[in-house]
């Protein structure tokens, strides 16, 4: 994996000591790659032992943190089933790694259709990993970061708010819904868990051409007549600065929120889309 030469990314002189990195993906949302693999690779280089969760093989992911020389725990779950799951996941992480200092909620899945087509399922399949999900990880981390203390070090949570949580789409309203939500969630958390020295932040990316957004394109495509690499092009020059983004400048907004640098940053969402939604 190629990273970025910013030096907010991957570079010890800017991350925290090592620690765990606990990060959270779907199949649903491209899995691991783009900037996910981006992410993990990076809080590696930084230092991080990780714990990875998918309903997939994470193999592949697994085998390149070890090559840098961290631990990684790969754990098999499915998060639509986050009340649940969560405690056991961080059970399993803290067993394996020791202790959690760092979660990253960054499972997402959209539904495209028209509001008055809109199934239940879809509807509830959106709203549980979007935004149940990351209630109920955090709330679990969070327990163990309390837990630990804050003589173990500095504790962060970021979550993956998108910059739906700024915007409309109508045919996207469970996915808006949801990030919005998710956005409060993430405010709330901030200044709920500040007493105990834990940051809590959101990242909004743009257009990373993940297999979500070519879920997107495609729906997009197919909704409004047009042929797949229109739409493709058309996503891309709504960007005021740049199309998309590259996967390892995503990732790098991610290592910033959990750096040294970012201390005293919390309840803000760290906005990468190139000037298309502000903040």
């Not at 007549?225 to 907004?253: H, I, N, S, W």
């Amino acid at each position: 994996v190629q990273t970025c030469a910013l030096p907010i990314y991957g570079h010890q002189r800017l991350m925290r000591k090592p620690g765990n990195t606990v990060a959270f993906y779907r199949r649903a949302d491209g899995a691991l790659t783009g900037f996910r693999a981006e992410g993990h690779t990076g809080y590696a280089e930084a230092g991080a032992d990780i714990a990875i969760v998918d309903v997939i093989d994470m193999s592949e992911t697994a085998e390149k943190v070890k090559a840098l020389g961290r631990k990684v725990l790969c754990v098999k779950a499915d998060l639509a089933k986050g009340e649940k799951e969560s405690p056991k996941i961080v059970a399993k992480t803290v067993k394996a790694l020791g202790r959690v200092d760092i979660l990253v909620n960054n499972a997402g899945i959209i539904r495209r259709e028209p509001f008055v087509e809109h199934s239940a399922k879809n509807w509830n399949d959106v709203i549980s990993i979007n935004l149940s999900t990351p209630f109920f990880l955090s709330q679990a981390a969070a327990r163990q970061m309390i837990a630990q203390g804050e003589a173990a070090g500095p504790r962060s949570i970021v979550i993956t708010t998108s910059e739906g949580s700024f915007t409309q789409d109508p045919p996207s309203g469970a996915y808006i819904t949801s990030k919005w939500a998710e956005r409060g969630l993430m405010r709330s958390l901030s200044r709920t868990l500040a007493p105990h020295g834990i940051t809590v932040n959101g990242v909004g990316p743009g257009s990373v051409y993940t297999a979500l957004h070519k879920y997107v394109n495609e729906r997009f495509a197919e909704m409004n007549g047009m042929d797949l690499d229109k739409a493709t092009q058309l996503f891309a020059k709504v960007r005021p600065v740049r199309g998309y983004q590259p996967a390892e400048e995503v990732a790098a907004c991610y290592s910033y929120l959990l750096s040294d640098a970012a201390r005293c940053v919390s309840g803000v969402t760290l906005m990468d889309n190139g000037g298309h939604v502000m903040a």
